[in-house]
């Protein structure tokens, strides 16, 4: 079955840029979605659809996908972009949707 | 706005049953998928199940495949997961999330609910 790989950690300073990595076979053929998800809070979509920004989600916030690699990039990170960050697609082969192992957003 | 809402969450012992149920209002509710995603305590993301806008269509992870049961009244703007055969495993919190297009399936989750706990224990 198909595998997200996501790295569980990543730490950036305030107003640094902090990139996320998705990997999976051909990703770039699928469209990712991701998601912000903070302690006791709902997941928030992001990103939908590779590079769409939903109504109210910052412009810091943009993403890519190409070949193996689906990458969520925030730019000028601030405190409050600390979470966990999911990447999403489906799997065609059975249908079912699929999400990376989450990576923890530090800022230092 | 969009509101999910989750309830019917609660402890059951393994091997026991329980029906989360998610009700919904802000969007037309017989137009979109809708799907149960949960989160094991220090775990990431899992999606459960997904449904049709019309239950046409009905998935389910291999984790739960046999045991859940997926269902929609869109008389009553609601959605609903009968739990059968509860493991220790299923303990999460589990929530209600909405597909992002008009009829579509294998799409973005665009709103969430907060989510209703389930603990499963002896």
């Known amino acids: 079955s198909y595998v997200l790989t996501q790295p569980p950690s990543v730490s950036v300073a305030p107003g640094q840029t902090a990139r996320i990595t998705c990997w999976g076979n051909?990703?770039?053929?699928?469209?990712v979605h991701w998601y912000q998800k903070k302690p006791g809070q709902a997941p928030v979509l992001v990103i939908s659809?590779?590079?769409d920004r939903p109504s109210g989600i910052p412009e810091r916030f943009s993403a890519s996908n190409s070949g193996n690699t689906a990458t969520l990039t925030i730019n000028r990170v601030e405190a409050g972009d600390e979470a966990d960050y999911y990447c999403?697609?489906?799997?065609?082969?059975?249908?079912?949707?699929?999400f990376g192992g989450g990576t923890k957003l530090t800022v230092l | 706005e969009v509101q999910l809402v989750e309830s019917g969450g609660g402890l059951e012992q393994p091997g026991r049953s329980l029906r989360l149920s998610c009700a919904a209002s802000g969007f037309t509710f017989d137009e979109y998928a809708m799907h149960w995603v949960r989160q094991s305590p220090g775990k990431g993301l899992e999606w459960v199940s997904g449904i049709t806008y019309n239950s046409n269509s009905i998935a389910y992870a291999d984790s739960v495949k046999g045991r859940f049961t997926i269902f929609r009244d869109n008389a009553k703007n609601s959605l609903y997961l009968q739990m059968t055969s509860l493991r220790t495993e299923d303990t999460a919190l589990y929530y209600c999330a909405k597909g992002g297009t008009v009829g579509g399936w294998d799409t973005e989750f665009d709103s969430w609910g907060q989510g209703t706990l389930v603990t499963v224990s002896s």
């Open positions: 051909n990703i770039g053929s699928k469209s």
């Open positions: 659809y590779d590079v």
């Open positions: 999403q697609v489906w799997d065609g082969n059975n249908d079912h949707a699929l």
